[in-house]
């Protein structure tokens, strides 16, 4: 059994920049790739950015590329999602999630996510 606990989400002006954090307890979490997902209202979930369990292996949605860093410290159990030039259109509640599937390859498919947190409300102003 896995537990996740998002926190760091907020209001900000667009350009600004916000640092979310995942906590995980349970199982080894240094065994696992991490994803970061996100929903606004009306739409369906979409794939942010996923990391590998040795954090040597990172996929971005073209959509953040460039603007959003995720990041883990397996000593703390935590993995993070530094999120800067923000815009309107990031506005949504973002999950992070633990993947599924073993292995070195990352994936975007929320389905392959087995383990998730309730989630952290991100509002961009414009």
């Known amino acids: 059994q896995v537990q996740l606990v998002e926190s760091g989400g907020g209001l900000v002006q667009a350009g600004g920049s916000l640092r979310l954090s995942c906590a995980a307890s349970g199982r080894t979490f240094s065994s696992y790739a991490m994803g970061w997902f996100r929903q606004a209202p009306g739409k369906e979930r979409e794939f942010v950015a996923a990391?590998?369990?040795?954090?040597?292996?990172?996929y971005y949605a073209d959509s953040v590329k460039g603007r959003f860093t995720i990041s883990r410290d397996n000593a703390k159990n935590t993995v993070y999602l530094r999120m800067n030039s923000l815009k309107p259109e990031d506005t949504a509640v973002y999950y992070c999630?633990?993947?599924?599937?073993?292995?070195?390859?990352?994936?975007?498919?929320?389905?392959?996510?087995?383990?998730w947190g309730q989630g952290t409300q991100v509002t961009v102003s414009s």
């Open positions: 990391i590998s369990w040795t954090g040597s292996i990172i």
């Open positions: 999630a633990k993947q599924g599937v073993d292995g070195e390859r990352l994936f975007n498919n929320a389905t392959l996510y087995d383990y």
